[in-house]
């Protein structure tokens, strides 16, 4: 399988990189990893006519000590948010959470990046900073700005980035030695979740977020405020799918994945306040 | 668009479409045809090499985003004359193949897990080869070899 033509050309900044996406219009794309994206267009699904290349954008591949945050340069990858020390001490569900994408060959190349702008559902990343509270920064032709997770996901691989922004840093507040949990089910090695629970806890706050569960990566908030009224971990998990709208596919009908989200759930809160 | 790119430590400089695969690139454009093609599709790890290092799965790299690496395939891991990479010799053995198809690609993924984890558990090189696919062996003689290899002080 062979992506149709397009044209290629490769940006050495952020700068560069928005405005050459300015200049070829919207059936141009960025390239990062390509791990969504080559998949996509060798299958003919995507078609994008000119591919401008961020890969070597080096400047934004980086884990920093924010003081109240971590920073993460988009063109991060996997491996190197999977192994990053600083991530480990002020992040580590992110950390683990990155462990799980695919296989190693997909983590020396996929970016964190990447895998947020693409935003689909069934990632483990968007979910990961989404219950963390991450906040993405984004740069277009009139500057940067930020926009908070929780305002990022709009539909099935649809953000509120418009089509000429880049997305530049990831900004995941540090979890103050907060307990998490992160969940994944699924059925063979390397595949993806099926669905999956990404949640922390430290004294009454909480953070729980579903991977799978609807068209956008779900805040499952009830939760969270289940437990500030002093639920039960169990109690609490039976409103993991309160705000979901899972689909049946051929892995799961909607009644298995909302059954899976509650057990995931529970078991990801007793991971986090063990 | 003209491209750069060391592979077993020879340079070549050529001419692809952008849309060319590395793994088309390696095979068809250089003739190195030790990298498989399995599924196409990202997931069987037949088409593994090493890029800067790393094992990537060549089918989901394009050969104009190589540009300038320094690649390894399967035909650069034995020794000029001949003498196998510690890991070819691991899997002859192990008993590591059968049919052989995966064997390049397990080959490339296990050498690149080895230099990031020189002494994983059993569970470790079970991960870290869990995108590689083999319809053959059933794995218990891959994991064993690469334990062999690890252990082994050449390694
Ligand atoms: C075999 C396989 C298994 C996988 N398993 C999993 C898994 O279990 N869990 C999981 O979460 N993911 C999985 N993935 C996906 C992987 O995480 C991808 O790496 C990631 O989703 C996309 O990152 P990328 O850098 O490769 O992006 P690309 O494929 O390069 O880009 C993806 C999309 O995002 C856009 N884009 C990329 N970077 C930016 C940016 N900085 N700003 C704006 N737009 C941008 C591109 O234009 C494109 O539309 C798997 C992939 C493969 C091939
Ligand atoms: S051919 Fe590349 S992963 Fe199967
Ligand atoms: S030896 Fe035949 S596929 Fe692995």
């Not at chain 1, 089509?163 to 507040?173: F, N, Q």
């Not at chain 2, 790299?61 to 390894?72: F, K, P, R, S, Y």
């Not at chain 2, 690609?105 to 083999?134: F, K």
Request: with cysteine; proline share 4%; aromatic share 4%.
């Amino acid at each position: 399988m062979i992506p149709a033509a397009f044209d290629y050309v490769r940006a050495g900044s952020a700068e560069e990189a928005v405005s050459l996406i300015a200049e070829h219009g919207e059936d141009a794309k960025f390239l990062a990893g390509g791990h969504s994206l080559l998949p996509l267009m060798k299958l003919r699904l995507a078609q994008p006519t000119v591919l401008i290349d961020i890969g070597r954008v080096n400047d934004l591949s980086y884990v920093r000590d924010g003081g109240d945050h971590v920073a993460i340069g988009a063109l991060t990858r996997h491996m190197d948010v999977e192994t990053s020390d600083v991530l480990r001490e002020h992040a580590p569900l992110l950390a683990h959470a990155a462990s799980h994408v695919g296989d190693p060959q997909v983590r020396h190349r996929g970016t964190i990046g990447g895998s947020i702008a693409h935003a689909d559902p069934a990632s483990d990343l968007p979910a990961a900073t989404l219950a963390l509270g991450a906040t993405y920064v984004v740069q277009g032709p009139n500057g940067t700005r930020e926009i908070a997770a929780a305002d990022f996901y709009e539909g099935f691989l649809t953000t509120s980035m418009a089509a000429d922004e880049m997305l530049t840093e990831i900004r995941v507040p540090k979890m103050g030695g907060a307990g998490w949990g992160f969940q994944k089910f699924n059925r063979r090695a390397q595949d993806w979740a099926i669905v999956g629970v990404a949640a922390w806890r430290r004294n009454g706050d909480a953070g729980v977020a579903l991977v799978n569960m609807g068209s956008v990566p779900i805040l499952a908030s009830s939760v969270a405020s289940a437990l500030a009224g002093g639920a039960s971990i169990d109690d609490a998990a039976e409103q993991a799918a309160a705000e979901a709208d899972p689909q049946a596919d051929l892995n799961a009908s909607v009644e298995y994945r909302i059954h899976l989200a509650k057990v995931l759930t529970r078991r990801a809160l007793e991971a986090a306040s063990g | 668009m003209e491209i750069s790119v060391t592979v077993n430590g020879a340079t070549h400089t050529s001419d692809v479409e952008p849309r060319t695969l590395l793994v088309h690139y390696v095979r068809e454009h250089l003739g190195l045809t030790g990298t498989n093609v399995g599924c196409d599709t990202s997931s069987c790890g037949a088409c593994s090499l090493h890029l800067d290092g790393e094992a990537v799965k060549s089918c989901t790299v394009l050969a104009v985003q190589a540009d300038g690496t320094e690649i390894t395939t399967i035909e650069g891991m034995a020794a000029a004359d001949g003498t196998l990479h510690p890991m070819q010799q691991a899997f002859m053995e192990n008993h590591g193949l059968q049919c052989g198809y995966c064997t390049p690609g397990m080959v490339m993924a296990a050498t690149s897990l080895l230099q990031e984890n020189p002494s994983p558990t059993e569970e470790d090189i079970r991960l870290g080869l869990e995108g590689n696919l083999c319809r053959c062996t059933g794995y218990h003689n891959i994991v064993q070899a690469v334990m062999a290899c690890a252990a082994a002080p050449t390694a």
